[in-house]
T-cell receptor
């Protein structure tokens, strides 16, 4: 089955800096890659996703890049703010009718210091 | 609009007891899922359902049973709870076909402790 590795496990930055979280996956059949943000004690919420036919996607301060050849994808957050502090999870799935059969990474605890 | 709700939010039980976690969604989403969240493992898929009366195993199904007699409900039963099933359980729903999105909408989670 699919295996998703996520790094780093913790990331501490100063407000205004950029943050980058990286994930690798093992199954070449995966073609849907979402990122979820989970604040302490809350439910995970989708922040951005990318499909395999796209190399990069941006939404305001958040961007995701995908390299299918190398089987890795990354989350980039620019101009970080204290409210960006949370746990971030990457995930992968085959897409199609199996969008929700996600394999998640272990999570990255992001702390943004004011 | 309640969206997706889980009950109970917190449950303490003993080894060997049967426990059922409830999940209800008001969006008429076709797909529903159960994930468990454990430190160091992220979220792992237990079972999912593509429609009423259609269920399938995920990554970690052993010790769990699901049913889906109605579109809006997707209960998860631990037939004989074990300590290794102590976890936070998240139900989620989605509507991939109509909405052309892969987004999962998660419930608030149910924290289960097995003593």
């Amino acid at each position: 089955g699919e295996n998703v590795e996520q790094h780093p496990s913790t990331l501490s930055v100063q407000e205004g800096d950029s943050a980058v979280i990286k994930c690798t996956y093992s199954d070449s059949a995966s073609n849907y890659f979402p990122w979820y943000k989970q604040e302490l004690g809350k439910r995970p919420q989708l922040i951005i996703d990318i499909r395999s036919n796209v190399g990069e996607k941006k939404d305001q301060r958040i961007a995701v890049t995908l390299n299918k050849t190398a089987k890795h994808f990354s989350l980039h957050i620019t101009e970080t703010q204290p409210e960006d502090s949370a746990v971030y999870f990457c995930a992968a799935s085959p897409g199609g009718t199996s969008y929700g059969k996600l394999t998640f990474g272990q999570g990255t605890i992001l702390t943004v210091h004011p | 609009d309640a969206g997706i709700t889980q009950s109970p939010r917190y449950k303490i039980t003993e080894t060997g007891r049967q426990v059922t976690l409830m999940c209800h969604q008001t969006w008429s989403h076709s797909y529903m899922f159960w994930y468990r969240q454990d430190l160091g493992h992220g979220l792992r898929l237990i079972y999912y359902s593509a429609a009423a009366d259609i269920t399938d195993k995920g990554e970690v199904p052993d010790g769990y049973v699901v049913s889906r007699s109605k579109t809006e409900n997707f209960p998860l039963t631990l037939e004989s709870a074990t300590r290794s099933q102590t976890s936070v359980y998240f139900c989620a729903s989605s509507d991939f076909g109509r909405a052309n999105t892969g987004e999962l909408f998660f419930g608030e989670g149910s924290r289960l402790t097995v003593l």
